[in-house]
């Protein structure tokens, strides 16, 4: 009998957990795609906006041409 009554809550709780885990994937995520100064690997050129912006916001690097940046905090 305490078995039965044990399962509705177990349920619950696992599905908290699936909800918290999601939204700290999702908060982790735009930690990380977001910056304000982009960093070009090839030439070391910085690139900055006046807010946080993806990295698809970058664009291309206007010294070198190249297209890989990293995330400057």
Do not use: N
């Not at 957990?17 to 795609?33: G, I, N, T």
């Not at 912006?53 to 291309?60: C, N, Q």
Request: net charge positive; charged share 35%.
């Amino acid at each position: 009998m305490a078995e039965k009554s044990l399962k509705p809550l177990k349920a619950i709780l696992e599905t908290i957990r699936e909800q918290a885990d999601f939204a700290l994937k999702q908060l982790q995520v735009s930690e990380e795609e977001r910056s304000m100064r982009w960093k070009c690997k090839d030439c070391e050129y910085v690139k900055h906006f006046t807010r946080p912006v993806p990295l698809e916001a970058a664009g291309r690097c206007p010294r070198c041409k190249g297209v890989s940046f990293q995330c400057l905090a």
